[in-house]
């Protein structure tokens, strides 16, 4: 398994918003769809996938997640 953590938290997108830091493991073997778990790091419950659009939902779920918790209000 392999851990990628693309950004720094803290670090903000062109558009303001604040950046996540995603840890994914992935399972990739020959045939079978990618299987793995994905979540913000610091936080103790990634989402689990079985396969591409498994994984871009998670993303998009987590994403919304981090919206919702830095939306004023």
């Known amino acids: 398994m392999t851990s990628i ?5 803290g670090q903000t997108e062109p558009g303001g918003e604040a950046a996540l830091t995603l840890i ?8 079978d ?3 793995g778990s994905v979540g913000v790091a610091g936080e103790s419950r990634p989402m689990l996938f079985h396969g591409w659009i ?9 994403r919304a997640d981090a919206n919702r ?3 004023p209000g």
Do not use: C, Q, V, Y
Request: charged residues 25%; aromatic residues 0%; proline residues 4%.
């Open 69 to 71: 918790r830095t939306a």
């Open 24 to 31: 994914m493991e992935l399972s990739l073997t020959g045939g």
């Open 5 to 9: 953590s693309r950004r720094d938290r």
């Open 33 to 35: 769809p990618i299987t």
């Open 54 to 62: 498994d994984l871009m939902s998670a993303i998009n779920s987590l």
